[in-house]
């Protein structure tokens, strides 16, 4: 090794995590040495290296010239002799401590004393392995993210006693290799993963309470939050037993309630159902048609709208936009005539809008989406509307601050009272709100009148944060914890979300863009009616609050 550069790097492990880094190593030029146990797990990394190779021949980004290049920079062996003449060795073996350490005291006995070596770990501690070497400061993280080929982020983790050349060394590497390296110190999960398996394992929370089923889960973070898979296709995708030794790892660290892991899964872990690769987890992968099917469309509903507001005239917009008919009563919560003709300028000619409740009498679906100033005005605004509106039509509550069952009890027919909530005002998901007062057939009712809205109907009970936001707001305030213990900065944050998970924005982007007012009352909330102290905002969120300024 001169001037911090690495000319031949060794991977232990040739699993698929294993065979992609030496994929990427030897994309990048560099010649690799590949060890495995025996000569049966050898072959097994060398089909994983000529099927991702090959699969990118297909796909027409590689040719077959330069497979044959990067295969023949690879040499494959049993024999960690070979690993002599190394000047990094990335280790990539399962995620089980005893074993890492046995791997590194046979990399102590071949490695020369220059030689980084370095642990491909997602969730275990970097220190804990260093000490038990007799070159700790040479013992850098790098933690790759499957598939290793394509996923743009590396988190470089050094330890109290990692020398700074070393980590600096590993992400120049790193960066040469055409990844976005984040440094970071030696904690549990590092950065993406200990955001990730936090939100991963309250969905399981989630489902395991009844609160809402897998699929309807699934449907609300990949729509609603715009996430590129549900966390229970992706915690198939990784792997029940993968997710399970993070989380166990993670909360050995934290002792935080928020990572202890759910019954759920240890039970799913126990019976051998561990997702994709046993064929079944969450999901049954056998026949691949175990997902619900969507509700059937009612025919073209008439819908009213109730409100004078943004939201009201959002709501009469897109109803109006998907063919429907649609009536907006301007009337406020205090069932005051508004601006009928201010509010006719803004909306499409297709929307009828008056100030008379009697007009709703003959809709199939009412949404209040009024703007509540007085906690009392919504319960007489739906007594009126209960009234007023036929017997058999839905009346829904876009507010998501005033519990449903309450409004459900004023309007004088609990079991016609439900949710509709719409987590970002321009996206398509509905959250469809149910309490113990709500008949089944009337949420399917429901759910049929948004699919004919062109709307995704999900359904949940009603709690604090309904789906999505449950779920979301935990995630960022854990975002904002970790950036207020100066553990990685806002960039670092975002970027391990955005490049290792796939994310569409970062978490402390996110938080900006929503609204630290929104976030911090609704986990208020979330904390009151849970009584769960990691659901208290981060005393950043506050102070930022507090001042009127971003988190960027």
């Known amino acids: 090794m001169t001037g911090g550069s690495f000319s031949r790097v060794g991977v232990v492990g040739l699993g698929t995590m294993g065979a992609g880094i030496a994929e990427v190593l030897a994309r990048g030029g560099l010649p690799v040495v590949g060890i495995e146990i025996d000569a049966a797990a050898l072959e097994r990394g060398r089909g994983h290296l000529e099927r991702s190779t090959g699969r990118a021949v297909k796909r027409g980004r590689l040719t077959e010239d330069a497979q044959a290049e990067i295969l023949g920079r690879v040499a494959l062996s049993t024999d960690f002799a070979d690993l002599g003449d190394c000047d990094l060795v990335i280790e990539a073996v399962p995620e089980r401590i005893e074993l890492k350490r046995k791997v ?25 392995i260093a000490v038990t070497t007799r070159r700790p400061t040479k013992i850098v993280g790098v933690h790759f993210f499957n598939p290793a080929p394509v996923m743009k982020l590396v988190e470089v983790i050094r330890t109290v006693l990692t020398d700074p050349e070393a980590v600096a060394g590993v992400a120049a590497l790193v960066r040469g290799l055409g990844k976005t390296p984040v440094t970071i110190g030696d904690r549990a999960g590092f950065v993406a993963n200990r955001l990730l398996f936090g939100y991963l394992n309250q969905a399981a929370q989630m489902l395991e309470t009844g609160h809402a089923t897998r699929d309807d889960i699934d449907t609300a973070m990949k729509v609603g939050a715009g996430l590129p898979m549900g966390p229970f296709t992706l915690m198939d995708l990784i792997g029940l037993d993968t997710c399970l ?30 997702g994709r690769k046993t064929g079944r987890g969450f999901y049954s992968y056998e026949g691949e048609a175990e997902r619900a099917a969507e509700p059937a469309p009612a025919e073209a509903p008439r819908v009213g709208v109730v409100g004078t507001g943004p939201e009201a005239v959002a709501y009469a917009g897109a109803i109006a936009r998907s063919g429907a ?16 003709d201010a509010l006719r300028a803004d909306l499409d000619d297709k929307v009828e809008v008056g100030t008379d409740l009697a007009a709703l ?6 949404i209040e989406a009024s703007e509540a100033d007085e906690a009392r005005l919504p319960l007489e605004l739906f007594e009126a509307l209960g ?3 036929r017997p058999g039509a839905i009346l829904a509550a876009a507010d998501p601050e005033i519990p449903v069952i309450d409004l459900a009890v004023a309007a004088g027919r609990p079991g016609e009272v439900l949710g509709l909530h719409r987590p970002e005002a321009e996206g398509t998901l509905v959250e469809i709100v149910t309490t113990a007062a709500t008949p089944a057939e009337v949420a399917d009712r429901a759910a049929a009148l948004s699919a004919a809205l062109g709307l995704t109907p999900v359904r949940c009970r009603d709690r604090v944060g309904f789906i999505v936001d449950a779920l979301r707001f935990p995630y960022l305030n854990d975002a904002a914890t970790m950036l207020g213990a100066g553990y990685a900065d806002a960039d670092s944050i975002d970027a391990a979300m ?9 978490p402390i982007a996110d938080l900006d863009r929503i609204g630290l007012d929104r976030v911090v009352e609704v986990l208020d909330a979330m904390a009151e009616e849970t009584r769960e102290p990691s659901l208290v905002p981060a005393l950043m969120l506050e102070e930022h ?8």
């Open 104 to 128: 590194f005291a046979e990399l102590d006995k071949v490695c020369r004393d220059d030689a980084v070596l370095a642990t491909n770990t997602s969730s275990l501690s970097v220190t804990d």
């Open 245 to 274: 030794e993070v989380l166990e790892a993670i909360h050995a660290e934290s002792r935080d309630r928020r990572h202890a892991a759910s019954p759920v899964l240890r039970e799913l872990v126990t019976a051998g159902l561990l």
């Open 325 to 340: 008919s649609v009536r907006l009563v301007a009337v406020d919560l205090r069932r005051q005539p508004g601006d009928a």
């Open 361 to 366: 009498a003959g809709c199939d679906l009412v």
């Open 387 to 389: 009234a007023a509106v």
């Open 498 to 506: 955005t490049l290792g998970c796939g994310y569409p924005a970062g």
């Open 545 to 552: 609050l507090a001042a009127g300024i971003p988190l960027r």
